[in-house]
């Protein structure tokens, strides 16, 4: 009953814009999929998470790169971190741990700071610790 005589008097008063008072620490990561049966060649860049299980054929700049069982890479990487459970050919660097699963299979230089080779995962070319 008293709040009527201040909504009147409020109506006129301009509230300021709301600003953000603090960065949200829990940035959400987004995820790119190449789908099973999808073939795509040229190069690729995403922020987030890069999830292939067709084939691709170029260069690949991402945060994370997962290669599933039935996924086949030929190309150019740059990453955080790589799980390999598919087929990769080519040149890779990740910044950060590289896994091989037990169905993963890996020609080519690779460059990696945390390594780890599941039994039954295949390496076939130079590997060297990233400095």
């Not at 073939?39 to 290669?67: F, H, M, Q, W």
């Amino acid at each position: 009953m008293w709040q009527k005589g201040n909504e009147k008097r409020n109506k006129h008063i301009t509230k300021p814009a709301k600003r953000k008072l603090y960065k949200n620490p829990i940035k959400p990561v987004e995820t790119t999929v190449i789908s099973a049966g999808s073939k795509l060649e040229g190069r690729i860049e995403a922020e987030g998470n890069l999830i292939i299980d067709g084939s691709v054929k170029g260069t690949i700049k991402c945060g994370s790169l997962e290669i599933m069982e039935d996924g086949n890479v030929d190309a150019s990487v740059e990453a955080e971190a790589v799980n390999v459970a598919g087929n990769f050919e080519g040149e890779m660097v990740c910044r950060g741990r590289l896994t091989f699963f037990r169905t993963g299979k890996v020609k080519g230089d690779i460059s990696y700071r945390t390594l780890s080779i599941e039994p039954g995962g295949l390496v076939d070319g130079n590997v060297s610790k990233f400095k």
